[in-house]
C-alpha cells in the first residue's frame, strides 16, 4: 500500500480564501485523524472519523473549519475564510482499530496564508 | 485528561554518543505508548510502541520500556547516527472510552554531529 496520502504538499493561499486540503487513507483502515502541528502548539488533533462518521470534532478550532469523509478512502479539510494564523502543516493519519492501537500519517500539507 | 511531557531539546549528540529522552504520562487506565519520529520535511512515523506493562518496544537500535509504577516510556539508544538526527515525539493511546486519540508530547529535536 502506497501509504496515507495527502494533496496538495504546499498550499500558499491569501487570507479570506477557502482552503481545501485532501486525505487518501490506508486501505482497509476504518479511523481517520486530522491533525495540525505549528512550533506554538505541536500536534493537535482537530477531528477523529470512525467508519466515516464524525466522532469527535472537539479540536475543530472555530466555524471555519469544516471536515467531510463521503465514504472510506477521502476524506477533506476545508478552511474558509483562510486567516494568517491557519499557517501550520496538517496531517492526515488512518488506523484500524480492530487491528492495531498506532496510527500511520501522511506527509502532511503544509498551508501558509498570506 | 491524558497528557505527555517529555525533555524539551534541542539535544545534540556526537556520533556513537548514548541518548535518552524522557518522556512521562498521565493516563487513567491501561494506555498503549508510542514513539514516533518526523524527519525534516515529513510525517511523523511509528518508532516503536509498547501495549502493556513492563513491555519493551524496541526498533532499529532504538528501545523504550513501559514503567507503569514511574508512568515513564523513556527512548534509548546505545550509539546514535547522524541519520537519527530527527524530531521524536512520545505519545499514548488511552483506554476506554478516549481510546481512539493520540495524544503527543512536544517533540524533542535531536541533532547528531559527525
Known amino acids: 500500500d502506497a501509504g496515507v496520502i495527502q494533496s496538495p504538499r504546499h498550499e500558499v493561499t491569501e487570507m479570506g480564501q477557502e482552503v481545501t486540503l485532501r486525505c487518501k487513507p490506508i486501505?482497509?483502515?476504518?479511523?481517520l485523524f486530522w491533525y495540525r502541528q505549528t512550533m506554538m502548539r505541536g500536534l493537535e488533533l482537530l477531528i477523529y472519523?470512525?467508519?466515516?462518521?464524525?466522532?469527535?470534532d472537539s479540536g475543530m478550532p472555530e466555524d471555519r473549519f469544516s471536515a467531510k469523509m463521503p465514504n472510506a478512502s477521502f476524506s477533506t479539510l476545508k478552511i474558509q475564510p483562510s486567516e494568517p494564523r491557519d499557517s501550520a502543516v496538517y496531517f492526515c493519519?488512518?488506523?484500524?482499530?480492530?487491528?492495531?492501537?498506532?496510527?500511520?500519517f501522511g506527509q502532511g500539507t503544509r498551508l501558509t496564508v498570506v | 485528561g491524558n497528557s505527555v511531557t517529555q525533555m524539551e531539546g534541542p539535544v545534540t549528540l556526537s556520533e556513537e554518543a548514548f541518548l535518552t529522552i524522557n518522556c512521562t504520562y498521565t493516563?487513567?487506565?491501561?494506555?498503549?505508548l508510542f514513539w514516533y519520529v518526523q524527519y525534516p520535511g515529513e510525517g511523523l512515523q511509528l518508532l516503536l510502541k509498547?501495549?502493556?506493562?513492563?513491555d519493551k518496544g524496541s526498533n532499529k537500535g532504538f528501545e523504550a520500556t513501559y514503567r507503569k509504577e514511574t508512568t515513564s516510556f523513556h527512548l534509548e539508544k546505545g550509539s546514535v547516527q547522524v541519520s537519527d538526527s530527527a524530531v521524536y515525539f512520545c505519545?499514548?493511546?488511552?483506554?476506554?472510552?478516549?481510546?481512539?486519540?493520540?495524544?503527543f508530547g512536544k517533540g524533542t529535536l535531536l541533532t547528531v554531529n559527525p
Open positions: 472519523f470512525n467508519n466515516n462518521v464524525p466522532i469527535d
Open positions: 493516563a487513567t487506565g491501561y494506555p498503549s
Open positions: 509498547a501495549t502493556k506493562a513492563d
Open positions: 505519545a499514548l493511546r488511552g483506554s476506554g472510552g478516549s481510546n481512539y486519540k493520540l495524544t
Open positions: 493519519a488512518s488506523n484500524d482499530n480492530r487491528m492495531s492501537t498506532e496510527a500511520f
Open positions: 486501505s482497509g483502515h476504518n479511523s
